[in-house]
Protein backbone atom coordinates (compact mmCIF):
# COMPACT_ATOMS: atom_id res chain seq x y z
CA UNK A 1 0.00 0.00 0.00
CA UNK A 2 1.06 3.82 -0.25
CA UNK A 3 3.02 4.78 2.37
CA UNK A 4 4.33 8.40 2.76
CA UNK A 5 6.37 9.48 5.76
CA UNK A 6 7.70 12.90 6.52
CA UNK A 7 10.54 13.69 8.81
CA UNK A 8 12.73 16.79 9.89
CA UNK A 9 10.51 19.27 11.23
CA UNK A 10 11.22 20.77 14.48
CA UNK A 11 12.14 24.51 15.77
CA UNK A 12 13.74 26.78 14.26
CA UNK A 13 14.54 30.43 14.62
CA UNK A 14 14.26 33.07 12.26
CA UNK A 15 16.61 33.31 9.49
CA UNK A 16 17.52 29.32 10.13
CA UNK A 17 17.76 26.61 7.76
CA UNK A 18 15.47 23.07 7.78
CA UNK A 19 15.33 19.99 5.17
CA UNK A 20 12.10 18.22 5.08
CA UNK A 21 12.34 14.27 4.10
CA UNK A 22 9.75 12.52 2.61
CA UNK A 23 10.19 8.40 2.50
CA UNK A 24 7.69 7.16 -0.43
CA UNK A 25 6.98 3.23 -0.73
CA UNK A 26 4.35 0.98 -2.44
CA UNK A 27 4.16 2.49 -5.79
CA UNK A 28 6.92 3.55 -8.41
CA UNK A 29 8.18 6.39 -7.06
CA UNK A 30 9.33 7.88 -10.26
CA UNK A 31 6.96 7.78 -11.74
CA UNK A 32 4.37 10.44 -9.77
CA UNK A 33 5.01 13.93 -9.62
CA UNK A 34 5.26 14.71 -5.45
CA UNK A 35 4.39 18.06 -3.53
CA UNK A 36 4.68 19.78 -0.34
CA UNK A 37 1.61 21.31 1.38
CA UNK A 38 1.05 22.78 4.19
CA UNK A 39 -1.07 24.14 6.81
CA UNK A 40 -0.82 26.62 9.54
CA UNK A 41 -2.20 26.05 12.41
CA UNK A 42 -5.80 25.85 12.49
CA UNK A 43 -5.69 27.58 9.09
CA UNK A 44 -6.11 26.09 5.65
CA UNK A 45 -4.12 24.40 2.81
CA UNK A 46 -1.26 25.88 0.71
CA UNK A 47 0.51 24.06 -2.15
CA UNK A 48 4.03 25.28 -1.64
CA UNK A 49 6.22 23.24 -4.23
CA UNK A 50 5.81 20.82 -6.43
CA UNK A 51 8.09 18.40 -8.99
CA UNK A 52 7.79 16.09 -11.54
CA UNK A 53 8.89 12.49 -11.87
CA UNK A 54 11.66 13.42 -13.26
CA UNK A 55 12.72 16.43 -11.27
CA UNK A 56 12.46 18.91 -14.47
CA UNK A 57 9.40 20.45 -14.06
CA UNK A 58 9.57 22.57 -10.51
CA UNK A 59 6.57 24.62 -9.28
CA UNK A 60 6.80 27.07 -6.25
CA UNK A 61 4.38 29.00 -4.60
CA UNK A 62 5.08 33.22 -4.50
CA UNK A 63 5.22 32.86 -0.72
CA UNK A 64 8.41 30.43 -0.59
CA UNK A 65 9.76 31.38 -4.21
CA UNK A 66 13.67 32.00 -4.10
CA UNK A 67 14.06 30.38 -0.17
CA UNK A 68 12.90 26.55 -0.76
CA UNK A 69 13.98 24.38 -2.80
CA UNK A 70 12.46 20.95 -3.80
CA UNK A 71 13.98 17.91 -4.60
CA UNK A 72 13.77 14.37 -4.83
CA UNK A 73 16.16 11.03 -5.21
CA UNK A 74 14.51 8.32 -7.40
CA UNK A 75 16.90 5.43 -6.31
CA UNK A 76 16.22 6.55 -2.85
CA UNK A 77 12.63 6.98 -3.31
CA UNK A 78 12.64 10.20 -1.52
CA UNK A 79 11.39 13.70 -1.47
CA UNK A 80 13.08 16.19 -0.22
CA UNK A 81 12.16 20.23 0.70
CA UNK A 82 15.25 22.36 1.71
CA UNK A 83 13.78 25.98 3.63
CA UNK A 84 16.10 28.49 4.02
CA UNK A 85 15.83 31.91 5.17
CA UNK A 86 12.41 30.60 7.66
CA UNK A 87 9.69 33.36 9.04
CA UNK A 88 7.81 32.91 11.41
CA UNK A 89 4.82 32.63 8.73
CA UNK A 90 6.80 29.41 7.60
CA UNK A 91 5.29 27.70 10.72
CA UNK A 92 3.49 24.93 9.45
CA UNK A 93 2.68 21.06 9.58
CA UNK A 94 4.26 20.18 6.32
CA UNK A 95 2.38 17.36 4.11
CA UNK A 96 4.32 15.20 1.28
CA UNK A 97 1.62 14.08 -1.19
CA UNK A 98 1.52 12.15 -4.39
CA UNK A 99 -0.20 13.40 -7.20
CA UNK A 100 -2.01 10.70 -9.31
CA UNK A 101 -1.83 11.74 -12.72
CA UNK A 102 -0.04 14.61 -13.10
CA UNK A 103 -2.81 16.98 -12.30
CA UNK A 104 -1.86 18.83 -9.63
CA UNK A 105 -4.48 17.57 -7.14
CA UNK A 106 -3.81 14.62 -4.60
CA UNK A 107 -4.77 11.13 -3.93
CA UNK A 108 -1.85 10.10 -0.94
CA UNK A 109 -0.87 12.39 2.21
CA UNK A 110 1.64 11.28 4.64
CA UNK A 111 1.07 12.21 8.19
CA UNK A 112 2.63 15.52 8.17
CA UNK A 113 5.81 17.03 9.66
CA UNK A 114 5.61 20.13 12.12
CA UNK A 115 8.15 23.50 11.51
CA UNK A 116 7.75 25.71 13.99
CA UNK A 117 9.76 29.30 13.10
CA UNK A 118 10.28 30.96 16.81
CA UNK A 119 13.02 32.69 18.74
CA UNK B 1 -4.08 33.02 -9.75
CA UNK B 2 -7.60 31.29 -9.34
CA UNK B 3 -9.01 31.83 -6.17
CA UNK B 4 -11.35 29.36 -4.48
CA UNK B 5 -13.94 30.85 -1.96
CA UNK B 6 -15.86 28.68 0.17
CA UNK B 7 -19.48 29.14 1.57
CA UNK B 8 -20.35 28.46 4.07
CA UNK B 9 -17.62 28.37 6.89
CA UNK B 10 -19.44 26.20 8.95
CA UNK B 11 -22.98 24.37 9.00
CA UNK B 12 -24.61 22.10 11.36
CA UNK B 13 -26.87 19.34 10.10
CA UNK B 14 -28.77 16.63 11.93
CA UNK B 15 -28.01 12.99 11.54
CA UNK B 16 -29.26 11.15 8.40
CA UNK B 17 -29.50 14.78 6.69
CA UNK B 18 -28.18 16.73 3.95
CA UNK B 19 -25.08 18.86 3.93
CA UNK B 20 -24.09 21.29 1.26
CA UNK B 21 -20.96 23.23 0.72
CA UNK B 22 -20.36 25.80 -2.33
CA UNK B 23 -17.31 26.19 -3.62
CA UNK B 24 -16.30 29.16 -6.68
CA UNK B 25 -13.46 29.81 -8.77
CA UNK B 26 -12.14 33.42 -9.41
CA UNK B 27 -12.37 32.26 -13.07
CA UNK B 28 -13.73 29.18 -15.31
CA UNK B 29 -11.86 26.09 -14.71
CA UNK B 30 -13.34 23.83 -17.44
CA UNK B 31 -11.08 23.04 -19.98
CA UNK B 32 -12.92 23.33 -23.25
CA UNK B 33 -11.48 20.75 -25.45
CA UNK B 34 -11.26 17.66 -22.90
CA UNK B 35 -15.02 19.17 -21.07
CA UNK B 36 -13.28 18.41 -17.70
CA UNK B 37 -13.43 20.54 -14.54
CA UNK B 38 -10.11 20.63 -13.06
CA UNK B 39 -11.57 20.50 -9.35
CA UNK B 40 -11.18 18.06 -6.38
CA UNK B 41 -12.70 17.97 -2.76
CA UNK B 42 -11.11 16.62 0.31
CA UNK B 43 -11.91 15.88 3.33
CA UNK B 44 -10.06 16.73 6.57
CA UNK B 45 -10.44 15.26 10.31
CA UNK B 46 -9.10 16.36 12.87
CA UNK B 47 -5.20 15.03 13.58
CA UNK B 48 -5.34 13.56 10.19
CA UNK B 49 -3.92 14.50 6.69
CA UNK B 50 -6.36 15.56 3.99
CA UNK B 51 -8.25 12.89 2.27
CA UNK B 52 -9.29 12.81 -1.10
CA UNK B 53 -12.97 12.57 -2.20
CA UNK B 54 -13.94 13.19 -5.56
CA UNK B 55 -11.37 14.83 -8.57
CA UNK B 56 -12.81 15.84 -12.15
CA UNK B 57 -15.65 17.53 -10.54
CA UNK B 58 -17.99 14.58 -9.69
CA UNK B 59 -15.31 11.27 -10.09
CA UNK B 60 -15.93 10.05 -6.08
CA UNK B 61 -12.68 8.28 -5.50
CA UNK B 62 -12.95 4.45 -4.64
CA UNK B 63 -14.08 3.37 -1.55
CA UNK B 64 -15.56 6.60 -0.82
CA UNK B 65 -19.25 6.55 0.13
CA UNK B 66 -21.99 7.52 -2.28
CA UNK B 67 -23.42 9.59 0.06
CA UNK B 68 -20.79 11.87 -1.43
CA UNK B 69 -21.19 13.48 -4.87
CA UNK B 70 -20.21 16.42 -6.52
CA UNK B 71 -21.60 18.84 -9.05
CA UNK B 72 -21.08 22.17 -11.01
CA UNK B 73 -19.17 23.34 -13.89
CA UNK B 74 -17.25 25.99 -15.17
CA UNK B 75 -17.14 28.73 -11.96
CA UNK B 76 -19.74 26.90 -9.29
CA UNK B 77 -19.15 23.38 -7.18
CA UNK B 78 -20.94 21.59 -4.97
CA UNK B 79 -20.10 18.89 -2.73
CA UNK B 80 -23.31 17.52 -1.32
CA UNK B 81 -23.22 14.83 1.62
CA UNK B 82 -26.72 12.97 2.26
CA UNK B 83 -27.43 11.00 4.92
CA UNK B 84 -25.00 12.53 7.24
CA UNK B 85 -23.40 10.39 9.17
CA UNK B 86 -21.27 11.37 12.58
CA UNK B 87 -18.25 9.97 10.27
CA UNK B 88 -18.63 12.50 8.44
CA UNK B 89 -17.64 15.64 10.77
CA UNK B 90 -14.53 17.35 9.46
CA UNK B 91 -13.59 20.23 7.55
CA UNK B 92 -14.05 19.71 3.73
CA UNK B 93 -11.79 21.75 1.07
CA UNK B 94 -12.06 22.59 -2.44
CA UNK B 95 -9.59 22.65 -4.78
CA UNK B 96 -8.59 23.64 -8.31
CA UNK B 97 -5.84 22.64 -10.47
CA UNK B 98 -6.70 24.06 -13.72
CA UNK B 99 -3.75 26.21 -12.61
CA UNK B 100 -1.44 26.70 -9.96
CA UNK B 101 -3.35 24.30 -7.24
CA UNK B 102 -5.38 26.33 -5.04
CA UNK B 103 -7.46 25.76 -2.33
CA UNK B 104 -10.34 27.05 -1.01
CA UNK B 105 -10.95 28.32 2.81
CA UNK B 106 -12.98 25.03 4.20
CA UNK B 107 -15.93 24.70 5.54
CA UNK B 108 -16.29 22.90 8.91
CA UNK B 109 -19.28 20.64 9.14
CA UNK B 110 -20.75 19.54 12.30
CA UNK B 111 -23.65 17.50 13.74
CA UNK B 112 -26.67 19.61 14.81
Known amino acids: QVQLVESGGGLVKPGGSLRLSCAAS????????MSWIRQAPGKGLECVSYISGSGKTLYYADSVKGRFTISRDNAKNSLYLQMNSLRAEDTAVYYC????????????WGQGTLVTVSS | DIVMTQSPDSLAVSLGERATINCKSS????????????LAWYQQKPGQPPKLLIS???TRESGVPDRFSGSGSGTDFTLTINNLQAEDVAVYYC????????FGGGTKVEIK
Open chain 2, 56 to 58: WAS
Open chain 2, 27 to 38: QSILYISSNKNY
Open chain 1, 97 to 108: ARDPDSGYYFDY
Open chain 1, 26 to 33: GFTFSDYY
Open chain 2, 95 to 102: QQYYSAPF
